[in-house]
């Protein structure tokens, strides 16, 4: 307990006592992104190990770039996962999307900005038509987004009128997903990224004292700030190198355009989930449903946005796919884009079950699912390998959540 000016105390906890807490929710089922963090170690050094390219800077921009298009479908997917609720049609969603804005751009020569809101709007009618359908009909969420995953192949092939590739040709549609931002702009944008944390660490800290609340001790705010300032200069410093195999013809420096793309969204999405009262009342109805509706919670319009939010989020994946493609195609969405997508959820610490998720972990699991597509297409061309460690990875992501929520049902009851 420390005392304030105006003579009150305040209660401080030390960086011990955080410590011994977290290792006290983690031996009761509480693993957060441990297991995530953990894997995303593990594989670095297992990858970096047997082929020495995985390290390369060149490696380290393609990870970003290839892992981005899954990371914001799952984002989307993680609103739909804390209800305890699927979409099955978000891979084809964000095929349709984009296939959408590629054929308006190339053949009704529409400005890129209009095309992008028409497949924004056309996500978030889609997530409408999805949502009424699960929270006022009564239709089962798998059932209904099965039906639309299977009606969205489709309508995608009609779009690209029965198997066409369809080129994208708008520069700045194309920057998204392979461009870069400039040398300054980048460090820019680490120093804004990095004062911005500090200041909402503070900030948080301070008007906790105020109030008298138990608040974090100093250390502990200064170890989190001190990391993620490392991390990111870190990485901007290596993104800044030279890449290119002939610098002389064409130079490939500088933090990849998607990268801010994916943080503000990041930031955005879990600020929205953290500290709104809609995102409160969604972890609410996640967990229980029938405790919510007594509690007065409009649980049928929130369940409904869900699905609205994630199939936006779907519609901007898309786009951002359909940019590093360079095209859009009749597999535009599909394959294993919507697998992925729900295993990078998973992976990074959301259940299935509703109730537990962050937007955080879409980006460490998609992390893992990138750095495992990247690293096995390094050391093995045998796609089946790829799928099979990608698949036990999943389901080793979906035990540590069942067994963890089983410890913590059972610490609960003791």
């Known amino acids: 307990m420390t005392a304030t000016t105006d003579g009150r105390t305040q209660p401080v906890t030390t960086l011990v006592d955080h410590v011994t807490a977290y290792g006290r929710r983690v031996r009761g089922g509480e693993m957060g992104a ?8 593990v594989l670095v050094i297992g990858f970096s190990s047997t082929q020495p390219r995985f390290l390369t800077a060149i490696n380290f921009a393609n990870l970003l770039f290839q892992g981005a298009a899954v990371t914001v479908i799952a984002m989307g997917l993680i609103f739909v996962l804390l209800l305890g609720e699927i ?19 190339l053949e009704q020569h529409i400005a890129w900005y209009f095309a992008v809101l028409i497949a924004l709007g056309t996500g978030l009618v889609t997530g409408l038509l999805l949502g009424l359908l699960v929270a006022k009909v009564g239709i089962p969420s798998f059932v209904v ?15 690209v009128k029965q198997g066409q590739i369809i080129s994208i040709q708008d520069q700045t549609i194309l920057a998204i997903g392979n461009k870069n931002l400039l040398i300054w702009q980048g460090w820019l944008f680490y120093a804004v990224s990095v004062a911005g944390y500090a200041a909402v660490q503070l900030y948080r800290t301070f008007r906790r004292g105020r109030r008298g609340l138990t608040r974090e001790p100093m250390s502990l705010v ?38 801010p793309i994916v943080l503000i969204l990041l930031v955005v999405l879990t600020f929205v989930l953290k500290r709104t ?10 967990g229980n449903l029938e405790a919510a509706r007594r509690a007065g919670i409009a649980t049928d319009a929130l369940r409904t946005s869900a699905f609205v939010i994630c199939s936006l989020l779907a519609a ?27 295993g990078a959820a998973v992976i ?44 036990l990875v999943l389901l080793a992501a979906a035990g540590v959540d069942a067994l963890s929520r089983r410890r913590a049902a059972a610490r609960g009851l003791s």
């Open 87 to 105: 979409d099955l049609s978000a891979g084809y969603t964000s095929g349709v999307c984009a296939s959408l804005a590629a054929v308006l751009m």
């Open 277 to 286: 009262t809609y995102g409160l009342h969604l972890y609410a109805v996640g």
């Open 145 to 159: 987004t099965l039906a639309a995953f299977l009606s969205f192949q489709g309508i995608l092939l009609v779009i």
């Open 34 to 41: 441990l297991p995530a963090v953990l894997g995303i170690i």
């Open 348 to 391: 990074g610490g959301t259940s299935l079950f509703g109730g537990k998720g962050r937007v955080l972990d879409a980006v460490l699991g998609g992390a893992v699912v990138a750095i495992i597509d990247n690293g096995m297409n390094l050391i093995t061309e045998e796609s089946w390998i790829k799928y099979v460690v990608t698949g």
């Open 316 to 342: 901007i994946g898309g786009i951002i796919a359909a940019s590093r493609d360079n095209s859009v195609s009749p597999t535009s969405g599909g394959s294993n884009v919507l697998l992925y997508a729900v």
């Open 222 to 259: 200064g170890l989190r700030i001190g990391a993620l300032a490392v991390l990111g200069g870190v990485a901007v410093y290596i993104l800044n190198l030279e890449r290119s195999l002939n610098p002389a013809r064409t130079s490939l420096r500088g933090v990849p355009i998607v990268v």
